[in-house]
């Protein structure tokens, strides 16, 4: 390394896969001879890769262009993504930004490293670029392989599938050779990622097939799916993951209502009695599993008995992780030019009254750990604490001087999981303290 090496930093919004895409190109700096270096820190470029699900995702984006140039004032700010890919001339707009890429132009960027001037490109194709987490992207010690993009589904208040186009995937060789790469560099947690991974299909190949090929590395010892739409969830899905023996205890299956007219405008692919079969079905082959689900309150429309609705059908059900998000009108979607849109104080209590629901869930979920052994892997160090997850995806924190990155121990649990704090505390077990 030289004074004159150039440096890079990145940040990364919204999802698995937009990680996973960050670490692909992070390592294509890297094999270019630049440094990369924390996003605090200055830096030459600054490469941020962006989310727009909500409103609330972009206004994280433009403050986040601002905190970049901030940390950084002589550098450049390159801003990708799904944000760039939908609002490039709003982003034009901002003296902080040199140059904007959209989702396909992004793995592009060293072609237009020698010409940053304000430039946008933002055009879409149908290629498939693969992307996974690499030792570049320092910060993950679960490594995100990317096997699908895009979506082919109309849901109303989507915009994705028109910042990411139409569903392409992964063949299963390529996504076993990468997820072998990811296991010879010393990943032992592997999170299968996409847009809508459950409509997985390539050549005939299902996403069973690609499961079954990935689960048969032998020195992989954790997997996980990210987000999977409930109607694409099968019977050979979940012996497949089953019979892999390395898929731990945890699901996201977005639910987004609990109410069938609200789903039928939504554009949902199932019923709630649909939903309701599919997590029977998940504790038929995962009895002890948690699930997490997306869920969206206060669309156009929606009534008051219709919100219960939703809140008893989540008090009663074994969903664990609430992920809860006020309806955001997207422009260019269906459910933007419906009639009958909520005000915001009545969206914010709805919100507030289902995290409190998921926050009694998860706690009540986690009092089977306590004095119990579970395994986590540890993922990073905040103060005197290490930091990681056990297999139905609890954060558990300890205190050791032991050097824990990337490490998997048995560890008794000692509390239950508090919302307020997001973690269960616990102690590494000796191995003569073993049952």
């Known amino acids: 390394m030289t004074d004159?090496?150039?440096?890079?930093?990145?940040?990364?919004?919204?999802?698995?896969?937009?990680?996973?895409?960050?670490?692909?190109?992070?390592?294509?700096?890297?094999?270019?001879?630049?440094?990369?270096?924390p996003f605090e820190q200055s830096s030459d470029l600054v490469f941020l890769n962006t989310c727009t699900v909500t409103d609330g995702a972009d206004s994280s984006?433009?403050?986040?262009?601002?905190?970049a140039k901030k940390h950084s004032p002589d550098s450049k700010v390159i801003v990708s993504g799904c944000y760039a890919q939908m609002e490039s001339e709003k982003l034009s707009q901002m003296p902080e930004?040199?140059?904007?890429?959209?989702n396909s132009e992004k793995?592009?960027?060293?072609?237009?490293?020698?010409?940053?001037?304000?430039?946008i490109k933002i055009d879409q194709t149908n290629d498939f670029w693969g992307a996974y987490t690499t030792p570049a992207d320092f910060k993950h010690t679960r490594a995100f392989l990317k096997i699908q993009d895009g979506c082919n589904y109309i849901c109303s208040f989507c915009i994705i599938p028109q910042a990411r186009g139409r569903s392409r995937t992964i063949s299963?060789?390529?996504?076993?050779?990468?997820?072998?790469?990811?296991?010879?560099?010393?990943?032992?947690?592997?999170?299968?990622?996409?847009?809508?991974i459950g409509e997985y299909e390539k050549g005939g190949e299902k996403l069973t097939d690609l499961v079954e090929k990935i689960g048969s590395i032998k020195q992989l010892q954790r997997l996980r799916l990210s987000s999977v739409e409930p109607n694409t969830i099968t019977d050979d899905l979940l012996k497949a993951l089953k019979d892999s023996g390395k898929y731990l205890n945890h699901f996201h299956i977005p639910l987004q209502s609990a109410d069938d007219e609200i789903l039928k405008s939504m554009r949902r692919k199932y019923t709630i009695s649909d939903y309701q079969s599919v997590l029977e079905k998940i504790h038929k082959y995962f009895p002890k599993s948690a699930i997490g689900a997306d869920i969206i309150t206060g669309y156009p429309g929606e009534t008051r008995e219709q919100f219960q609705k939703t809140y008893k059908f989540l008090e009663n059900s074994p969903i664990t992780h609430f992920h809860v998000f006020p309806f955001s009108s997207r422009q260019g979607t269906t459910a933007a030019k419906l009639p009958a849109h909520l005000n915001n104080s009545e969206k914010k209590k709805r919100v507030k009254l289902l995290n409190q629901l998921g926050d009694q869930k998860i706690e009540k979920y986690s009092e089977q750990f306590k004095n119990q052994l579970t395994s986590v892997l540890f993922e990073q160090r905040k103060g005197e604490f290490w930091e990681g997850h056990n297999p139905e995806f609890l954060k558990v924190r300890i205190k050791s001087n032991e050097d824990l990155k990337n490490k998997i121990r048995p560890i008794l649990i000692e509390s239950t999981y508090s919302p307020s704090k997001h973690q269960m505390l616990g102690k590494i077990v000796l191995h003569s303290q073993r049952q």
């Open 4 to 37: 004159s090496q150039k440096t890079v930093s990145f940040h990364t919004l919204g999802c698995r896969l937009n990680f996973s895409e960050t670490g692909s190109i992070a390592s294509g700096f890297a094999s270019r001879g630049y440094k990369i270096v």
């Open 61 to 67: 984006c433009r403050n986040l262009i601002k905190k």
């Open 97 to 102: 930004v040199d140059l904007i890429l959209g």
């Open 107 to 119: 793995y592009n960027v060293f072609e237009h490293l020698g010409e940053i001037e304000t430039k």
């Open 172 to 196: 299963v060789d390529q996504a076993y050779k990468n997820a072998l790469e990811l296991v010879e560099s010393g990943y032992k947690e592997i999170v299968l990622t996409g847009v809508n």
